[in-house]
């Protein structure tokens, strides 16, 4: 099997812009309702983070391959353009240019800062942005799905949680206290006096903002995938913000694969579900 024929000149041509400009926005369900394109993260940082993580995955499915000269060459280019976005949009003071909880769930969760201590002033300001906020969430079809992995990841499990037990707009509760069956296209679809948003972008049933599914999944119950297909599996539930019990279910290709934790006074029960002849791994809950 060959690569495509044009795979390392389109790399090399990419090398001599390593920032990218888009000239359109990214729809945003933060945005007025008469401009749904106006994010409040520069769409330049965003455009370049979404280049670095490309370039990395082309490499590793490259790799996966055995082209190895191409693995080569997108491994490089993904190194060329974090360091670009390191220098273009992350300040000497470890705070990002743009200073909003999308830039920094992106930056925390593509692993485009330049070591621990740039990582932990990162989560320590997305959860101070979090709070600032009212533990409302802030974020777009963007940094909905790394908002909250993003907290968990620099252990502030306990605002992870406040943001998704929030029941005043924007979040998710809100929706359900407008008995809400479906995910919204923006967080004010519904505007509260029961209206619907007279703006662009008001769909009532729509993906984006649903994405907060794989965190419950993976960090609230505590159940992930360690190798493809799950052939491996994790269970490491992570209880907090007030939460009793959770469960999660995955029918894998080895068969069903699930967890339930329960808390009681005592402590923490787990039931766990794996297939014959597949390896579990688990680590002790931690509290938020």
């Known amino acids: 099997m060959q690569p495509p024929h044009d795979a390392r000149a389109l790399a090399h041509a990419h090398q001599k812009s390593l920032l990218l400009s888009t000239p359109a926005a990214v729809p945003n369900p933060s945005a007025p309702p008469d401009d749904p394109g106006a994010g ?3 769409r330049h940082l965003i455009a370049t983070a979404y280049y670095a993580w490309s370039a ?3 490499a590793w499915i490259a790799g996966v391959l055995g082209f190895d000269e191409d693995r080569h060459t997108y491994e490089e280019l993904a190194h060329r353009v974090r360091q670009a976005f390191i220098d273009a949009y992350v300040l000497p003071s470890r705070l990002m240019t743009s200073d909003t909880q999308t830039a920094y769930a992106v930056a925390l969760q593509f692993g ?4 621990p201590a740039a990582r932990t002033a990162a989560g320590d300001r997305l959860a101070e942005l979090v709070a600032a906020g009212g533990h409302t969430i802030q974020t777009g ?10 907290l968990s990841s620099t252990d502030h499990v306990d605002t992870a949680y406040s943001l998704l037990l929030q029941q005043e707009c924007p979040s998710w509760l809100y929706a359900l206290k407008h008995d809400a069956t479906t995910v ?3 967080w004010d679809s519904m505007l509260p006096d029961g209206t619907v948003n007279p703006g662009e972008m008001t769909s009532f049933s729509h993906y984006a903002l649903g994405a907060i599914a794989q965190w419950l999944h993976t960090t609230a119950a505590g159940l992930t995938a360690a190798a493809p297909g799950y052939r491996d599996i994790v269970f490491r539930p992570r209880p ?3 939460v009793t019990w959770a469960f999660a279910a995955h029918e894998s290709p080895y068969g069903r694969v699930a967890i339930r934790w329960e808390l009681h006074a005592s402590g923490i029960e787990v039931y766990t ?9 688990s680590s002790g809950p931690t509290a938020a």
């Open 141 to 150: 079809f963007i940094g909905t799905p790394l908002v909250a992995p993003a």
């Open 184 to 186: 919204w296209e923006r």
């Open 273 to 281: 579900t794996v297939p014959p002849g597949r390896k579990r791994g």
């Open 56 to 58: 990395r995955h082309t």
């Open 40 to 42: 409040r993260t520069d």
């Open 240 to 242: 907090g913000g007030g």
């Open 112 to 115: 485009l800062l330049p070591g």
